[in-house]
Nanobody
Framework: QVTLVESGGGALQAGGSLRLSCEVF????????VSWFRQGPRNERDFVAG????????SYADSVKGRFTISRNSALNAVSLQMNSLEPEDTAVYYC??????????????????????WGQGTQVTVSS
């Protein structure tokens, strides 16, 4: 198990940018694939972006492609989500999630919440029009 701590949420107007950060505490960072999910008014936890344990592969939801960028910093044990051109539809609580794997050849990124057994507390992002 690891502890995930998100930061960087806030309220802003449409067209602005935010950078979310997820710090990973407790275990070997390189053994975890990390993704961001968000939960909006429909109360469903939707995949936003993910990065493989090596950092060599990324995946994005269609709704954020070209606007959001996920990256990981092994020196800081952190994963960031740079969000540009934000829209009111991006308003949600954003959660960081980590999935453990010892397989160094595992570059998969799960887009469903169920394989992730480590979650942060969430950070609110509110975008007004």
């Amino acid at each position: 198990q690891v502890t995930l701590v998100e930061s960087g949420g806030g309220a802003l107007q449409a067209g602005g940018s935010l950078r979310l950060s997820c710090e990973v505490f407790g275990r070997t960072f390189s053994n975890y694939a990390v993704s961001w999910f968000r939960q909006g008014p429909r109360n469903e936890r939707d995949f936003v972006a993910g990065i493989s344990r090596s950092g060599g592969r990324t995946s994005y939801a269609d709704s954020v492609k070209g606007r959001f960028t996920i990256s990981r910093n092994s020196a800081l044990n952190a994963v960031s989500l740079q969000m540009n051109s934000l829209e009111p539809e991006d308003t949600a609580v954003y959660y960081c999630a980590a999935r453990f794997t010892l397989d160094s050849s595992d570059h998969s990124i799960d887009t469903s919440p169920s394989p992730y057994n480590n979650w942060g507390q969430g950070t609110q992002v509110t975008v007004s029009s």
